[in-house]
């Protein structure tokens, strides 16, 4: 898969991804772990492409 291929689906609204005129082009992640405590912090940027006008963007944390 390359970085500008969409991945196949259904036709059904998934709640877990971007919907409508706003689609993903690149995601940079950073985990930090801490193996002691078994948790881990981190922070993701995520690069979108509008491609129509909208108002309003809803992510899911």
């Known amino acids: 898969m390359t970085d500008t291929e969409l991945l196949p689906h259904d ?21 930090e772990p801490d193996l002691e405590a078994a948790t881990f912090a981190g922070e993701v940027l995520i690069s979108v ?8 963007i809803a992510c899911n944390a």
């Open 11 to 31: 036709g059904e609204p998934n709640p877990y991804r971007l919907d409508g005129p706003i689609r993903p082009v690149r995601y940079e992640l950073t985990l």
């Open 49 to 56: 492409l509008v491609t129509a006008p909208t108002d309003t």
